[in-house]
């Protein structure tokens, strides 16, 4: 596919469990976006990816929270200990981050994240 | 920080005809970017529309089109001959144009239904 994918697409945990969410960035974007939407609102910046290196991780919302990109390519959203605030939509997006100029994100479908 | 406020939760139109959802944002940026995003059901966030700040003519594509008045710090979508598929989250958006990590903000967005 030419898209961001994103596995799962569902995940039901229980809480304090650990969980990891994947993403698929479109084949050559060297930039990738995490963000997670909760129900009735708008999505919320987690933490960008330039190649392998977390370049903006202020979104996070704390130590529970991590992301990786080892390769420059897949990323890895790990939340560690989940909570039931945690239950939201984790949204991935990928961008060629050519240089200057402006450069759209492409969205993944998600993944719907419930923590009981 | 910038914010970004939708204040309508929920709208809703006849089939073909026209409708504007509003927005409004607060930054103390001069350079930045405006988008609007589309998000079915299928929760994948699509493109609508992109304003850049420093063009004072409005962005259009097709049934879509923009008021943006920079000044106000206002920036609605008019959908005209509105179509059952345009039924839809709509989320308002802002990126600073320079610098960081180009990282999205949006509003809580629009509820838009389109009747038959």
């Known amino acids: 596919g030419a898209g961001v994918s994103q596995t799962p697409s569902n995940k039901v945990t229980e809480k304090g469990k650990y969980v990891e969410l994947r993403c698929d960035p479109i084949s050559g974007h060297t930039a990738l976006y995490w963000y997670r939407q909760s129900l009735g609102q708008g999505p919320e910046f987690l933490i960008y990816?330039?190649?392998?290196?977390?370049?903006?991780d202020s979104g996070l919302p704390n130590d529970r929270f991590f992301a990786v990109r080892p390769e420059g390519s897949v990323s890895t959203l790990k939340i560690q200990r989940t909570e039931r605030g945690d239950s939201a939509v984790y949204l991935c997006a990928s961008s060629l981050r050519s240089g200057a100029g402006y450069n759209e994100q492409f969205f993944g479908p998600g993944t719907r994240l419930t923590v009981l | 920080a910038q914010t970004v406020t939708q204040s309508q939760p929920e709208m809703s139109v006849q089939e073909a005809e026209t409708v504007t959802l509003s927005c409004t944002y607060d930054t103390s940026e001069n350079n930045y970017y405006l988008f609007w995003y589309k998000q079915p059901p299928s929760r994948q966030m699509i493109l609508v529309i992109r304003q850049e700040a420093y063009k004072q003519q409005n962005a259009t594509e097709n049934r879509f089109s923009v008021n943006f008045q920079k000044a106000a710090k206002s920036f609605s979508l008019k959908i005209s001959d509105s179509q059952l598929g345009d039924t839809a989250m709509y989320f308002c958006a802002f990126m600073k144009q320079q610098g960081g990590s180009e990282k999205l903000v949006f509003g809580k967005g629009t509820k838009l239904t389109v009747n038959p």
């Open positions: 990816f330039q190649g392998t290196g977390a370049a903006d």
